[in-house]
């Protein structure tokens, strides 16, 4: 999908952008092949196509951070498929107060198939959530933009959360899903283990001071917890994305799956 979006392009809206794909142009390749093209001069053609051709170097550069500063934050989505290898999936739990009154309890975080939960007065430390977003092109939250980021900002301020983030919850939102992550999950079927179904923030915050008062139990269902919400912030991607694509991508022109193939997005 990032290669057949122009919107990056300035001047260049969702408008525009469909007028190119309902012309044939389904990509950057193809953009730059043609010599003329429709409602475009030829020295704005000329500009656009020196950025596109920067674009692709910062692609093949796996420069996320270029495309996440040329695209709106309500486009990022766009990068989910190209940048999947380096893609952090995160959802952190509190106690339940404000940043400044409160604490961050659990960041949970999920790359490539593996968990990690880091934990208040264990293993969550600023250097280490440090490590972890270096190794990060593209963060995936539910409600992250409003809640998970601003509040590890505020209790770690010298973190670098300049990334792009593709936020399922306003994407659900844009395509007519309502409710929280729970509720669009079991719409969407994803499952998750019988013992946190029906468990919820506020839960989160109970069990975190039952096992500060000893029930170790309790520090268990917690982290499992905080897992199944960040592990399942996959599967809720992919069918995002796919949506994303079939809604608002070349793909909803309805031409056949040949018209779209292009160079396989895979970043370094």
């Known amino acids: 999908m990032l290669t057949s979006s122009f919107v990056l392009l300035k001047g260049i809206g969702h408008n525009s952008e469909r007028r190119l794909w309902q012309e044939g142009i389904m990509n950057w390749g193809s953009f730059l092949r043609s010599a003329t093209l429709p409602g475009i001069s030829s020295a704005k053609k000329e500009w656009y196509d020196r950025?596109?051709?920067?674009?692709?170097?910062?692609?093949?550069?796996?420069?996320?951070?270029?495309?996440?500063?040329?695209?709106?934050?309500?486009e990022h989505w766009r990068l989910f498929n190209t940048f999947r290898p380096r893609t952090l999936y995160l959802d952190i739990e509190t106690t339940g107060l404000s940043a400044r009154e409160g604490h961050v309890t659990v960041v949970g975080l999920y790359r490539n198939g593996l968990m990690t939960s880091l934990v208040r007065g264990e293993t969550l430390t600023e250097d280490r959530l440090h490590a972890e977003l270096e190794q990060t092109d593209l963060f995936i939250t539910f409600f992250g933009s409003g809640f998970d980021i601003p509040y590890l900002q505020a209790k770690f301020p010298r973190l670098n959360f300049k990334k792009p983030h593709f936020d399922l919850c306003f994407a659900a939102r844009r395509l007519g899903m309502q409710g929280g992550l729970k509720h669009i999950e079991q719409e969407l079927q994803i499952a998750r283990e019988t013992d946190v179904v029906g468990l919820d923030g506020w839960e989160a915050v109970r069990l975190w001071h039952q096992w500060c008062a000893g029930d170790a139990a309790a520090r268990n269902l917690l982290l499992r917890y905080n897992a199944a919400d960040t592990i399942n912030l996959e599967p809720l991607a992919a069918i995002l994305y796919d949506q994303m694509v079939a809604t608002f991508g070349p793909a909803s022109l309805g031409f056949p799956p040949n018209r779209l193939q292009e160079p396989a997005e895979v970043a370094p």
């Open 51 to 74: 950025e596109l051709t920067q674009a692709q170097t910062h692609l093949d550069a796996g420069d996320a951070t270029f495309f996440g500063t040329c695209l709106k934050s309500r």
